[in-house]
């Protein structure tokens, strides 16, 4: 079994920094892919950003330049960091993780508020 453990989400006022982290620990002997999902009220869930194994990352067009995904292979760890945070970036931040051949795991969310 997989899972996946989150931390760093809080609350900040406008133009501030969170750093959002995610562990896949289990039994992983491929990690393909991490990803960020987010979801506010009302709202569907969104994809944020994408980091494949192979280094190469995407991005949503509301966070470019803003958001940067990373990844420690060795950890199998990815970060989200996220600056000049924006009202309408509040949402419930979820991590998905690709493993092995192809399945797919979730973390439970963490809220990230961003005051004006």
């Known amino acids: 079994q997989v899972q996946l453990v989150e931390s760093g989400g809080g609350l900040v006022q406008a133009g501030g920094s969170l750093r959002l982290s995610c562990v896949a620990s289990?039994?992983?002997?491929?990690?393909?892919?991490m990803d960020w999902y987010r979801q506010a009220p009302g709202k569907e869930r969104e994809l944020v950003a994408t980091?494949?194994?192979?280094?190469?990352?995407n991005y949503a067009d509301a966070v470019k330049g803003r958001f940067t995904i990373s990844g420690d292979s060795a950890k199998n760890t990815a970060y989200l960091q996220m600056n000049s945070l924006k009202p309408e970036d509040t949402a419930v931040y979820y991590c998905?993780?690709?493993?092995?051949?192809?399945?797919?795991?979730w973390g439970q969310g963490t809220q990230v508020t961003v005051s004006s």
């Open positions: 998905a993780a690709s493993v092995n051949w192809g399945r797919v795991y």
């Open positions: 289990g039994s992983i002997f491929r990690l393909n892919g």
């Open positions: 980091i494949f194994s192979s280094g190469s990352t």
